[in-house]
C-alpha cells in the first residue's frame, strides 16, 4: 500500500485499524507514528491489505470553529451496522485535518461519519454525513462543525417510545452512529428506547457526557448513591443537581444541594464555592474564553462561577442582584454566539442577554404559573435556542428572538419533560416530549 504524502511531500503515516468482534478494539502504527496534527493519516478498513490499483477509499476534513480549545474532536465511523473507528484529538491539531478511509474486507460500501466537539465531555459542535467509497479515494467529505445546523424542512412528528413512570429525557448519541438515542428515567430507573436497560435502581439523569475519552458519552445522574456514570459506576460526587464540564483545570463535576455548591475533578476531591442553598445548576460558557462556567439560582439569588487556571471563581454582579429562583436553563436565545441565562421561580421567568463577557442583562419577564424547570432548545430549527417552561402537567414553549427578547409560542398539555435530540441522522435536532403516560414524541412547532 502507497505512502500517504503529507503537506510538503514527505511520507505520511500510515493507521492500519484491526477490527475486532466487530469494532476497532486496537490500533497499530508503522515506525512514523502519526504526528501531533492529524492530517494525514489513513485508516484501512480490514484486517487485510489491498493492492494499491483496487483501492477504494473516502477522504475526511474536519472543518473546526476556530477558537474551540480546550475542547476535544471526536471522530466515529459507522460501517456494515458496526463501529469500526473512534479516535479524538484536541481541538487545534484537528482543524484543517484530512483522513483518508480505505475500503476493506468488512466495510466496503458506505461510511456513515460523526464528528464531535466536545467540552467537558458535553457536545458543543457537531456535523454528521454518509457517503459511498470511491476509486483512488477521490471522494471528499467536509465535516463542518457547528453547534446548530438549520432544518431545511420541518421533520415529521413520530412516536419515539414510551416508558411508563418515566420523569426526565435525556439524550445524546451512544453507539457512535450519528444517531442520537433518548433515555427515559425515574424511580423504576434509566432505559434507552428501542434499547437497554441501563439501570433497575431509582435514577434522575443529568445528561451525557464523555467521562472516559472514547468517544462515546457516559449518562450521569442522581441515584440513591450518589453521582452515577453509566456504565461506569459511582463518582465521588453527592448532590441533587450536578454538571459535568471542564471549567479550566480538566473534566470536572459541580454538585448542589440545600447544603451548597461543589465542585472537583471526575473522582477527585470536590471543594466548596457557596454554602448557599442550590434549587438549579447549569454549565456552559458564559464568558467566551472557551472554559465552562457555573450558574447556580437559589432562594439567596443568582451565583456565577467562572472557570480558569484556578478553577471555577466568583463572579459577582452576574445577574442582577433581585433573581432569585429554583431553576435554571443557558441556551444562546438570540443566536448571537453567547449563552444567556433563564431562571425560574416564583410563577415567574427571568431572562437575561448575555453581552458576550458573561454579564446578564435583564429582558422581559414571562409569566409562568407553577414553573418547576426550564430546558434550552431549538424548538423550530431557527438556530436561535428556545425555552420550554415546564409547569404542573403541562408545558409552554416560549421562542428565542432578536435581543433574547423571547416570545410565546404555545402552550404544550400534559408535558413531564423535553429535550432535543437527532433522531435521524441529519445534523438538525427534534424536539423531544415526554407526556403524562409515559409516551415519548417528537413535536414540531
Known amino acids: ?226 453521582v452515577v456514570a453509566l456504565p461506569t459506576g459511582t463518582l465521588s460526587a453527592r448532590g441533587e443537581h450536578v454538571v459535568v464540564g471542564d471549567a479550566g483545570q480538566g473534566l470536572g463535576v459541580g454538585a448542589g444541594d440545600a447544603d451548597g455548591l461543589r465542585w472537583g475533578l471526575v473522582d477527585g476531591v470536590m471543594r466548596g464555592l457557596t454554602g448557599s442553598p442550590v434549587r438549579g445548576l447549569a454549565i456552559g460558557d458564559l464568558n467566551g474564553d472557551g472554559v465552562d462556567d457555573l450558574l447556580a439560582v437559589g432562594e439567596a439569588g443568582v451565583s456565577a462561577f467562572f472557570g480558569g487556571p484556578a478553577g471555577p471563581t466568583a463572579a459577582v454582579g452576574t445577574a442582577p442582584t433581585a433573581w432569585t429562583g429554583q431553576s435554571v436553563a443557558l441556551g444562546d436565545f438570540d443566536d448571537d454566539g453567547a449563552l444567556d441565562a433563564a431562571v425560574g421561580g416564583d410563577g415567574l421567568v427571568r431572562v437575561g442577554r448575555n453581552r458576550g463577557d458573561g454579564l446578564l442583562e435583564g429582558r422581559p419577564t414571562l409569566d409562568a404559573p407553577g414553573v418547576r424547570a426550564l430546558r434550552a432548545i431549538d424548538a423550530d430549527g431557527d438556530c436561535a435556542d428556545d425555552l420550554v417552561v415546564l409547569g404542573e402537567g403541562e408545558a409552554t414553549l416560549w421562542l428565542g428572538a432578536e435581543d433574547a427578547a423571547l416570545r410565546e409560542g404555545g402552550a404544550l398539555p400534559g408535558v413531564l419533560d423535553a429535550v432535543a435530540a437527532d433522531l435521524d441522522g441529519d445534523g438538525s435536532r427534534e424536539l423531544v416530549l415526554l407526556g403524562a403516560d409515559g409516551e415519548v414524541r417528537t413535536w414540531v412547532p
Open 1 to 226: 500500500m502507497a505512502a500517504v504524502p503529507t503537506r510538503n511531500g514527505e511520507a505520511g503515516a500510515v493507521l492500519r485499524a484491526a477490527l475486532m468482534d466487530g469494532r476497532l478494539r486496537s490500533a497499530v502504527l508503522p515506525a512514523a507514528a502519526l504526528p501531533a496534527a492529524l492530517l494525514p493519516a489513513t485508516v484501512l478498513l480490514s484486517a487485510l491489505l489491498l493492492g494499491c490499483g483496487d483501492e477504494r477509499g473516502l477522504q475526511v476534513r474536519l472543518d473546526v470553529p476556530e477558537g474551540a480549545a480546550p475542547a476535544q474532536v471526536c471522530l466515529t465511523a459507522h460501517g456494515a451496522g458496526e463501529l469500526v473507528f473512534a479516535r479524538s484529538w484536541p481541538a487545534d491539531e484537528a482543524r484543517g485535518g484530512t483522513l483518508t478511509f480505505v475500503a476493506g474486507d468488512r466495510v466496503d460500501r458506505r461510511l456513515r461519519l460523526s464528528a464531535r466537539l466536545r467540552r467537558g465531555g458535553r457536545r458543543v459542535a457537531d456535523a454528521t454525513a454518509e457517503e459511498s467509497f470511491a476509486p483512488a479515494a477521490e471522494r471528499v467529505v467536509d465535516l463542518e462543525l457547528a453547534r446548530c445546523h438549520p432544518r431545511s424542512a420541518p421533520p415529521p412528528e413520530i412516536v419515539v417510545g414510551a416508558v411508563s413512570g418515566a420523569e426526565r429525557l435525556a439524550a445524546g448519541d451512544l453507539d457512535g452512529d450519528g444517531v442520537d438515542e433518548v433515555v427515559a428515567s425515574g424511580p423504576d430507573g434509566a432505559t434507552v428506547l428501542g434499547g437497554e436497560v441501563l439501570s433497575s435502581e431509582p435514577l434522575r439523569v443529568s445528561g451525557l457526557a464523555d467521562l472516559d475519552g472514547d468517544c462515546l458519552p457516559e449518562v450521569f445522574g442522581v441515584s440513591a448513591s450518589g
